[in-house]
């Protein structure tokens, strides 16, 4: 296996996103040639970009624009949002607001996530019962953000069986119990640009977001194009700047693939550390297992692996409460 990648490769998935719904998708000497990728990569590292993805560019970049718009606006206009406990920890985070191992992130934020319907998943769904809060400013934005969540849980469920066929498993591997009523969850990410003194003085503390690995299954990450922030970190411990490529999304394997592929594919690590001057937008898409289903490791993996679980079940609802809990200040 290897270990110290240097570089993210760049996977064109256009077979996949054509073939996906084919019976013989399995079949296809194009689709498996991205599966051989996948795999690749997956073992590799757990992270790459993806292109070919079919989420038209116009409504990426819309994405960002009503985004970048929206933390335009002044405090009292953001604060109509305000996310607090009572919201479902939805809507507007202010600088600060985020904690990742205890330290505040330098960054702004919307967090949205699949609705919760009062009950709909007892006790433990109840931290995240409500709609989501949208703004009324800019006029356009729920209408483009719906309509990104939309292509982006498509993206997900698509690459999901990629990743299944990787695996040696079958197509549908991650859906049906596993993400058959597919959890989703976005977080759009202002980080504000920083002064001349604040860059002489920056610490490594200092950064947008702290390193961590994501929950669920996967992330998509759309990032403004000409400022480098994110960076994901190799086997061998080395951070790897994921540069903004245009056309394509940083994908990133979260801690739901770990445990499913018993250990097979690992969760990437990741950290933003923002220098620039100029503000970043970074929209972050992820695309989770089912709410409330107990997750442990697929049999076919751990048949190639021993014969051992070496994972151990999760459910992604707890992960979830236990990060709004953990890591969201609502009194700010
Ligand atoms: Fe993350």
């Known amino acids: 296996m290897g270990s110290d990648v240097k570089s993210i490769p760049i996977i064109d998935i256009t077979p996949l996103m054509e073939k996906s719904d084919d019976p013989k998708m399995a079949e296809d000497g194009r689709v498996r040639e991205v599966v051989r990728q996948l795999d690749e990569a997956c073992k590799e590292a757990g992270f790459f970009y993806v292109k070919g993805h079919g989420v038209p560019d116009s409504l990426v970049k819309e994405a960002r624009e009503v985004t970048r718009k929206f933390f335009d606006l002044s405090d009292e206009e953001k604060h109509k949002i305000k996310l607090s406990s009572t919201t479902g920890y939805r809507g507007y985070q202010v600088i600060g607001g985020n904690l990742t191992a205890g330290n505040p992130d330098f960054h702004e934020a919307i967090n949205s996530y699949k609705e919760v319907k009062p009950g709909e998943y007892g006790s433990l769904g109840g931290?995240?019962?409500?709609?989501?809060?949208?703004?009324?400013?800019?006029?356009?934005?729920?209408?483009?953000?719906?309509?990104?969540?939309?292509?982006?849980?498509?993206?997900?469920?698509?690459?999901?069986?990629?990743?299944?066929l990787a695996l040696g498993g079958p197509v549908e591997a991650f859906e049906g119990d596993i993400a058959g009523n597919d959890f989703w969850m976005m977080r759009l990410i202002g980080y504000p640009g920083l002064s001349d003194s604040q860059r002489a003085e920056i610490k490594?503390?200092?950064?947008?977001?702290?390193?961590?690995?994501?929950?669920?299954?996967?992330?998509?990450?759309?990032?403004?194009?000409?400022?480098?922030?994110l960076q994901v970190k190799n086997r061998s411990g080395n951070w790897i700047n994921a540069t903004p490529i245009p056309g394509t999304f940083v994908c990133l394997l979260a801690e739901m693939v770990k445990i499913l592929s018993n250990g097979i594919y690992e969760a990437t690590m990741h950290r933003v550390f923002t220098s620039s001057s100029k503000y970043r937008v970074s929209v972050a898409f992820f695309y989770e297992t089912t709410f409330d289903k107990r997750i442990g490791?697929?049999?076919?993996?751990?048949?190639?692996?021993?014969?051992?679980?070496?994972?151990?079940?999760?459910?992604?609802?707890?992960?979830?409460?236990?990060?709004?809990?953990?890591?969201?200040?609502?009194?700010?």
């Open 297 to 332: 490791p697929f049999d076919f993996c751990v048949q190639k692996t021993g014969g051992v679980a070496k994972c151990e079940v999760a459910v992604y609802g707890n992960l979830l409460a236990e990060y709004v809990a953990g890591h969201l200040i609502t009194d700010k």
């Open 204 to 229: 490594l503390t200092d950064i947008g977001c702290g390193a961590h690995t994501d929950d669920g299954l996967v992330t998509f990450i759309n990032q403004t194009e000409d400022i480098q922030a």
């Open 127 to 164: 931290p995240l019962e409500g709609p989501n809060l949208w703004p009324d400013n800019p006029s356009n934005f729920k209408y483009v953000i719906d309509k990104y969540t939309w292509q982006m849980k498509e993206l997900g469920r698509k690459l999901m069986r990629g990743v299944a």
